[in-house]
T-cell receptor
Framework: KQEVTQIPAALSVPEGENLVLNCSFT??????LQWFRQDPGKGLTSLLL?????REQTSGRLNASLDKSSGRSTLYIAASQPGDSATYLC??????????FGKGTTLSVSS | DTGVSQDPRHKITKRGQNVTFRCDPI?????LYWYRQTLGQGPEFLTY????????KSRLLSNRFSAERPKGSFSTLEIQRTEQGDSAMYLC??????????FGSGTQLSVL
């Protein structure tokens, strides 16, 4: 059974700092790995999707990497801004099943 | 593309009552998912449909829960005889072919 773990559970940084959020998964037979953002009381917004054959994906200040062999993914946020404050969730997708989510990392960026 | 729509946004009910939520996916998305999320936790998978067929159900989906997707369009999730432990955010998502998921804003259920 796939299990997804995110470390740290919470993170506070000053504006402008670069940061890395970590995600690990137990079953490397994944179809893709997805990163989402969730604002309080809201639904999830898709940030990046990395196919199993890919190593990384970039969108603006966000870069996500995937290492299937070690069961890890990281989300790198460059030059953080207060507007980046939210909960970031990763999810592993195996063929024929639904996404399995981690519990998320709650990020707070202070100005 | 108007996004995934969920109704209602909030529902307060008394224990023992039945509730029904609706999800309208992005048109032409053939996959539709239901998740449940409690405070401080990631979304937990409940069930998913490909077109009108319900292909997978989590063991979290007790016999008090039922989901339908008639004609492969909108979907409903019904909870019978609600319990306080059912209080959560119920999220719906759709995707074109199991790729990127697009989530709705969710229905927040409070069972008193």
């Amino acid at each position: 059974k796939q299990e997804v773990t995110q470390i740290p559970a919470a993170l506070s940084v000053p504006e402008g700092e670069n940061l890395v959020l970590n995600c690990s998964f137990t079953d490397s037979a994944i179809y893709n790995l997805q990163w989402f953002r969730q604002d309080p009381g809201k639904g999830l917004t898709s940030l990046l999707l990395i196919q199993s054959s890919q190593r990384e994906q970039t969108s603006g200040r966000l870069n996500a990497s995937l290492d299937k062999s070690s069961g890890r993914s990281t989300l790198y946020i460059a030059a953080s801004q207060p507007g980046d404050s939210a909960t970031y969730l990763c999810a592993a997708h195996q063929a024929g099943t639904a996404l399995i989510f981690g519990k998320g990392t709650t990020l707070s960026v202070s100005s | 593309d108007t996004g995934v729509s969920q109704d209602p946004r909030h529902k307060i009910t008394k224990r023992g009552q039945n509730v029904t939520f609706r999800c309208d996916p992005i048109s032409e998305h053939n996959r539709l998912y239901w998740y449940r999320q409690t405070l401080g936790q990631g979304p937990e998978f409940l069930t998913y449909f490909q077109n009108e067929a319900q292909l997978e159900k989590s063991r979290l989906l007790s016999n008090r829960f039922s989901a339908e997707r008639p004609k492969g369009s909108f979907s409903t999730l019904e909870i019978q005889r609600t319990e306080q432990g059912d209080s959560a955010m119920y999220l719906c998502a759709s995707s074109p072919k199991g790729e990127k998921l697009f989530f709705g804003s969710g229905t927040q259920l409070s069972v008193l």
